[in-house]
């Protein structure tokens, strides 16, 4: 590919080469923060195309959809989300959630406050060491409550095209919800959304400008072994419409293969132990209330049939949707760890099927239908929405043994070998950071890297693409991969 010549001059020359291995979120971040440092980065993926693993769809600033995570790990997404704001504004969707607790949910809704007050705080200190750091609105405004009698007069008004206040995204929810199913107050926050498609465009966009990042797409490790002369690493990788077999040198390998990282592992014969959980989401078609809609999140107890309902919008009435039961997100037999034998989880074959091929149109339709039926109990209305594509799917890894482990990033084991071990998209910059320490560590790269300017998160080409470059890479992507466009764009 002809590369457009880069707009601005490496800031560090170092003879390394890096290897990173697999495109996700968490690859392709990483592959962007050391290339645009000047370093020396090869972007090996099996795809035909660059963040297109299992979805993402929430930011997570502050990780409100987990009652069961710990506050810790809240604050560490909220930090993290920020982060990702600041480097990839153009993925974000600005709209706040609802979270709502039916009155089936053992909780209350004031169980919710303690932490809510928490990420207030530390939002409001993040901005006070950093101003850049305000991008998810006013700290007093991270979330507020309102009881029924805030949400009953809104009932009958006409959604607005755009929230020009908070009462304004509470239309939406007060004209479709039952209010008689649900606890009060309600709590609007602003956990904003993200699209997979629109971070993926960015990616593209820059590493195409990027001189010293070599993308290799459709080009699978099949593997790997240590130098016998220095501390490097030897790469085979196949060609998958050649076939053909190419072998490459690296003194540095990343392992950001996501659900699959415990196949490099097993090739290094590196013990590690993690889980992956197959899960899926749903895009169903609404179009006759269209305007400004938050996400709304009915809270559940996960795995039961009272599961968390989630509702996200998207542009043109289509919405994605989650319902945290076995029979919608979740699957039996879905959650799987590692052996003694081998640090790849096996997921049983039906999964694999699905990721590798496609999913039988019944089951489509099936799980559809429950994830919007699993809405309407709540939005009686919703019961209209039709199938509108295939879902949305994939293997997330969890490092470790705790299924509810949501804010992780990265683990060394031998010299000059990282893993990338996110389970949230946001996590992807920590963990290019922390890999960037090593790189130091090692002697690999000059400590400068680790110094201002470039220690805060350095993405002058990513940055530099414009909202209408992304959207029409964004919707290509989409196109190619038989969603609805409307994902791709800006909500
Ligand atoms: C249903 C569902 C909903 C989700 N929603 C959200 C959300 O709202 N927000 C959020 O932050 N997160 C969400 N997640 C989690 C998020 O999708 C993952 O954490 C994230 O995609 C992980 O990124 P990754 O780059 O580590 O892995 P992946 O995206 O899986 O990328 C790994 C890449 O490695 C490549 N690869 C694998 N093996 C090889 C090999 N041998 N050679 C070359 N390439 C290889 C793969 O092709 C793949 O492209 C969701 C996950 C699921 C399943």
């Known amino acids: 590919m002809n590369k457009k010549p880069m707009p601005y001059q490496p800031l560090l020359s170092n003879p390394a080469k890096i290897a990173v291995i697999g495109g996700g979120v968490a690859g392709s971040t990483i592959a962007l923060r050391f290339a645009e440092l000047g370093l020396d980065t090869t972007l090996i993926e099996k795809g035909p195309s660059l963040v297109n693993g299992p979805p993402m769809c929430h930011l997570h600033a502050g990780g409100n959809l987990y009652r069961e995570i710990s506050d810790q790990q809240c604050l560490i997404l909220l930090k993290q989300s920020i982060d990702t704001v600041k480097v990839y504004p153009s993925c974000i969707n600005v709209r706040p959630t609802i979270i709502a607790l039916p009155k089936t949910d053992k909780g209350q809704p004031e169980d919710l406050l303690p932490r809510l007050e928490k990420l207030r705080a530390e939002y409001e200190r993040l901005i006070s060491n950093d101003p850049a750091n305000k991008v998810i609105g006013e700290p007093a405004d991270y979330f507020q409550c309102f009881t029924r009698a805030d949400i009953e007069p809104l009932i009958g008004k006409p959604i607005p095209k755009k929230a020009q206040c908070p009462t304004d995204w ?55 072994s240590a130098q016998t002369d220095h501390l490097g690493w030897q790469i085979t990788t196949k060609d998958n419409n050649s076939g053909k077999q190419n072998q490459q040198e690296f003194d540095y390998v990343v392992n950001a293969c996501g659900f699959k990282s415990g196949e490099i592992d097993d090739m290094l014969n590196t013990k590690r132990k ?33 599961g968390m309902a989630q509702l996200t919008p998207y542009p043109n009435g289509y919405f994605q949707l989650h319902g945290m039961t076995q029979d919608i997100t979740l699957f039996e037999q879905g959650l799987v760890s590692s052996s003694a034998n081998s640090a790849q989880p096996k997921l049983p074959a039906k999964f694999i099927e699905k990721i590798d091929k496609q999913w039988p149109a019944q089951l489509v339709n099936h799980r559809t239908l429950g994830s919007i ?86 993405f002058p080409v990513s940055q530099q693409s414009s909202d209408t470059d992304v959207t029409k890479r964004a919707i290509a992507l989409a196109e190619q991969r038989e969603y609805p466009s409307a994902l791709a764009l800006n909500f």
């Open 274 to 306: 993690r889980m992956v959980e197959f899960k899926a989401a749903y895009v169903a078609h609404w179009p006759k209330y269209q305007g400004a809609w938050p996400e709304i999140v009915f809270h559940g107890e996960r795995g039961t049939p009272q």
């Open 373 to 458: 039926g699993h809405i309407a109990q709540y939005m009686p209305s919703f019961s209209s929405a039709t199938v509108a594509a295939k879902p949305l799917f994939g293997a997330q890894q969890i490092p470790g043994q705790d299924p509810d482990l949501r804010a992780a990033d990265v683990s060394f084991d031998s010299k000059h070998y990282a893993r990338a071990e996110i389970v949230k998209a946001s996590s992807a910059l920590e963990a290019a950071d922390a890999i960037l320490a090593d790189l130091v560590c090692c002697g690999l790269i000059e400590k400068s890297a680790l110094t201002a300017p470039y220690k805060h998160h350095y």
């Open 170 to 224: 509470l239309i939406a929810f007060a004209n479709h919800t039952n209010l008689d199913a649900i606890k009060f107050p309600i709590v609007l926050v602003q956990e904003y959304g993200m699209s997979a498609f629109r971070l993926a465009a960015i990616a593209t966009l820059a590493i195409e400008r990027l001189n010293n990042c070599h993308l290799q797409t459709n080009s699978k490790v099949v593997a790997i």
